[in-house]
């Protein structure tokens, strides 16, 4: 069995900065890719960013890209997403997602595996 749980979301001002942590708990693995959705309430799954297995390849989305940083720790089996100069556009559900294979990262539905989410809000 397999779980990642999201944790560190909240309500902030804009400009603040937060640091999100997904933990993957069950049997012990390394997961070739990890990554992070966001969703709003009525709008699609958007891509945020994403990780490979050694943690020195990364890729985010063109809406947050220069704003958060993704990293990762093997040992304690997380993730992070650290982002600064928060927008309320940047309000949504954060969703952290992963898989042993090499998958097409920035597409939702390649993920084998994901978390249930934690709030972001960002207020102006």
């Known amino acids: 069995q397999v779980q990642l749980v999201e944790s560190g979301g909240g309500a902030v001002q804009a400009g603040d900065s937060l640091r999100l942590s997904c933990a993957a708990s069950?049997?012990?693995?390394?997961?070739?890719?990890m990554g992070w959705f966001r969703q709003a309430p009525g709008k699609e799954r958007e891509f945020v960013a994403a990780?490979?297995?050694?943690?020195?390849?990364?890729r985010y989305g063109d809406s947050v890209k220069g704003r958060v940083t993704i990293s990762k720790d093997n040992a304690k089996n997380t993730v992070y997403l650290q982002m600064d100069s928060l927008k309320p556009e940047d309000t949504a559900v954060y969703l952290c997602?992963?898989?042993?294979?090499?998958?097409?990262?920035?597409?939702?539905?390649?993920?084998?595996?994901w978390g249930q989410g934690t709030q972001v809000t960002v207020s102006s």
């Open positions: 997602a992963a898989d042993r294979r090499p998958v097409a990262t920035t597409t939702a539905g390649e993920y084998a595996y």
């Open positions: 069950g049997r012990t693995f390394v997961m070739y890719v």
């Open positions: 990780i490979n297995w050694s943690g020195r390849s990364t």
